[in-house]
T-cell receptor
């Protein structure tokens, strides 16, 4: 009965590879997000989708491409992985962000690029 | 652009004591929301408490309370009767009521509880 689930939890891959992280939420929320937490624990928004439409695209390299097949899923595909992409990636969802409702986070995916 | 600053990278407190974590933010907006999230070693982000900027009353959740000073743009978190399970990274976050309603996070404060 996990609310926001991400797979995989850990991902170790070589530079230059392409990888995907999947996210699913069973809360019925319209808005989903990807956040990146760097090695200093700093969390920053990458993307936001509302009902399958992209509404936030921060200054993220275009090697990162989110895809939302339906409003319960938001996947993150990363091409040509670089050492600097190593981080923890969090998926989150919110019911009514304009009313200040909280964001519910997945457990994070620790990506290590070697 | 909004920014959130947590000036205490690390704090420690004795079990059962009270500790206050500081947070300041910068915004030109009048309508927004503020949050404190906890991240234990498990990595899971857990909401601790939430405050609407239009409410003067400080939010309280059991042992957790905030001191919200809108004019000073300050939003500190007080943890009373600290417990070992409170040990975690604590993040202050801001969300606008308009536009792109993303969460803007502070740098985090690592809280250690000494038995």
């Amino acid at each position: 009965d996990t609310a926001v689930s991400q797979t995989p939890k850990y991902l170790v891959t070589q530079m230059g590879n392409d990888k995907s992280i999947k996210c699913e939420q069973n809360l019925g929320h319209d808005t989903m997000y990807w956040y990146k937490q760097d090695s200093k624990k700093f969390l920053k928004i990458m993307f936001s989708y509302n009902n399958k439409e992209l509404i936030i695209n921060e200054t993220v390299p275009n090697r990162f491409s989110p895809k939302s097949p339906d409003k319960a899923h938001l996947n993150l595909h990363i091409n040509s992985l670089e050492l600097g992409d190593s981080a923890v990636y969090f998926c989150a969802s919110s019911p009514y962000p304009d009313r200040g409702t909280e964001a519910f986070f997945g457990q994070g995916t620790r990506l290590t690029v070697v | 652009a909004q920014t959130v600053t947590q000036s205490q990278p690390e704090m420690s407190v004795q079990e059962a004591e009270t500790v206050t974590l500081s947070c300041t933010y910068d915004t030109s907006e009048s309508d927004y929301y503020l949050f404190w999230y906890k991240q234990p070693p498990s990595r899971q982000m857990i909401l601790v408490i939430r405050q609407e900027a239009y409410k003067q009353q400080n939010a309280t959740e059991n042992r957790f309370s905030v001191n919200f000073q809108k004019a000073a743009k300050s939003f500190s978190l007080k943890i009373s009767d600290s417990q070992l399970g409170d040990a975690a990274m604590y993040f202050c976050a801001y969300r606008s009521a308009r536009g792109a309603q993303k969460l803007v996070f502070g740098q985090g404060t690592r809280l250690t509880i000494n038995p």
